[in-house]
């Protein structure tokens, strides 16, 4: 697995420059760090006395990296799971916050653990996931991807607006979908036909 600084510089690239969709909950957002988060880690960086629009707007590649490895990555614990989990898991707390954490306590649940869905990692989860990743890690991480898939359909499915997040103007697979594919088995990734069934009955 590359380290986690270049997972970090690869999601800080995925997640793009400035943006402030009125269909994105996130808000004014660059390299996928937020107002809220800025505000969040009271980081005033054009130094007015006010963390606000300009301050994303300033905030630098490399900032954005340090954000992640510390308070995404190493702060919720990502780095105490099963090396194949982590890389996943870290890039969806990025784009998710603690939905991705949930994410994986109802997917160990289903596989037989016996977890609060907090989205919290206590120590109870992460033994969870590295009794679940032991027999074939990968085929674990495979797991997390297809249920991160489905959690961003289901998502598109119940809220319209988001559905151009998860679809292209053309049908195709949209940012979400195929970010969580990035992290999957080429064998488990979804066709453009099976997408588009997927997708079928959406406006």
């Given at each position: 697995m590359p380290d986690v600084r270049t997972i970090a510089k690869e999601i800080v690239a995925r997640e793009g420059g400035f943006v402030n969709d009125p269909d994105d909950p996130g808000g004014a957002t660059k390299y996928?760090?937020?107002?809220?988060?800025?505000?969040?880690?009271?980081?005033?960086?054009?130094?007015?006395?006010?963390?606000?629009?300009?301050?994303?707007?300033?905030?630098?590649?490399?900032?954005?990296?340090?954000?992640?490895?510390?308070?995404?990555?190493?702060?919720?614990?990502?780095?105490?799971?099963?090396?194949?989990?982590?890389?996943?898991?870290?890039?969806?707390?990025?784009?998710?916050?603690?939905?991705?954490?949930?994410?994986?306590?109802r997917l160990l649940n289903e596989m037989g653990s016996d977890l609060a869905v907090d989205g919290r990692l206590g120590t109870m989860t992460i033994a969870a996931a590295h009794r679940a990743a032991a027999p074939d890690p990968v085929l674990m991480a495979d797991a997390y991807g297809i249920a991160r898939r489905n959690y961003y359909y289901a998502l598109a499915d119940a809220r319209p607006?988001?559905?151009?997040?998860?679809?292209?103007?053309?049908?195709?697979?949209?940012?979400?979908?195929?970010?969580?594919?990035?992290?999957?088995?080429?064998?488990?990734?979804?066709?453009?036909?099976?997408?588009?069934?997927?997708?079928?009955?959406?406006?």
């Open positions: 996928g760090v937020t107002l809220a988060t800025l505000r969040r880690l009271g980081l005033d960086l054009t130094g007015d006395g006010q963390v606000g629009e300009a301050d994303v707007r300033r905030l630098g590649r490399d900032q954005a990296v340090d954000i992640y490895l510390e308070h995404y990555f190493r702060r919720p614990r990502i780095a105490e799971l099963p090396e194949a989990l982590q890389a996943p898991v870290f890039d969806m707390y990025v784009n998710a916050g603690a939905n991705a954490v949930k994410i994986l306590q607006a988001s559905r151009k997040f998860a679809r292209r103007r053309d049908g195709g697979k949209g940012g979400w979908i195929t970010r969580a594919e990035t992290f999957l088995s080429a064998r488990f990734r979804l066709s453009e036909a099976e997408h588009r069934a997927r997708t079928a009955t959406w406006a």
